[in-house]
């Protein structure tokens, strides 16, 4: 497995700010994925983020909301921008190894609230 | 994203009894069928995952029952103990075509565990 670390850990934001959540993994990792989880819901993913390449969102995702930065193999980050009290949520990192893409380990998440 | 229905939504199970929750998908291209365990406050944890080339899988009290015409999965906890009170959640991926090894997760099952 891989050890996935996030900062913060739990955050209260005004309306109209921006959060940067940081994800490091304690090795070199291929493929890294964003979810965001409301509570007491399922993952959704949000976006991919492979070094060397600009993130791939998914559908209802868009960067100018959620920029997110891969400057390397263990470190991304993800911005929330111009939040709402809709985007409080929980945030969740995770990584595929390399040659193992089928595992995927998440970190603990970041909850956030917006006020 | 295709889907993959989850059920139950919540299952209580006495101590020693059997737990078991079921998955059902319809993309034919998933290939790779993880069960995450979550806990209150924490990450999804990978607790095992199954490739349709088996029809069964088990480490220890866990095991994973696949049937590939069906399209249908299912985990089964033996024995089950107060401290398998969490949240699980099935997912699926697939090595092929866009979104690869993308999770697409059910909607979860909450299992409490009563003594």
């Known amino acids: 497995s891989a050890v996935i670390s996030q900062k913060p850990s739990r955050d209260i934001c005004q309306r109209g700010t921006s959060l940067t959540i940081q994800c490091q993994v304690d090795?070199?990792?291929?493929?890294m994925f964003w979810y965001r989880q409301q509570p007491g819901q399922s993952l959704t993913l949000i976006a991919t983020a492979n070094q060397g390449s600009e993130a791939t969102y998914e559908s209802g995702f868009v960067i100018d909301k959620f920029p997110i930065s891969r400057p390397n193999l263990t470190f991304s980050t993800l911005t929330v921008s111009n939040m709402s009290p809709e985007d409080s949520s929980i945030y969740l990192c995770?990584?595929?190894?390399?040659?193992?893409?089928?595992?995927?380990?998440f970190g603990p998440g970041t909850r956030l609230t917006v006020t | 994203q295709q889907q993959v229905k989850q059920s139950p939504q919540s299952l209580i199970v006495q101590k020693g009894g059997i737990s078991i929750i079921n998955c059902a998908y319809e993309?034919?291209?998933?290939?790779?069928f993880p069960w995450y365990q979550q806990f209150p406050g924490k990450g999804p944890a990978l607790l095992i995952a199954i490739r349709p080339d088996v029809s069964e899988k088990k480490e220890g009290r866990f095991t994973i029952s696949f049937n590939k015409s069906a399209k249908q999965f299912s985990l089964h906890i033996m024995d089950s103990q107060p401290g398998d009170s969490a949240t699980y959640f099935c997912?699926?991926?697939?090595?092929?075509?866009?979104?690869?090894?993308?999770?697409?997760f059910g909607k979860g099952t909450k299992l409490s565990v009563i003594p």
């Open positions: 090795s070199q990792v291929t493929m």
């Open positions: 995770s990584v595929a190894r390399q040659g193992v893409f089928y595992e995927q380990y």
């Open positions: 993309n034919t291209a998933f290939d790779y």
């Open positions: 997912a699926a991926s697939t090595a092929s075509g866009a979104g690869s090894y993308q999770l697409t």
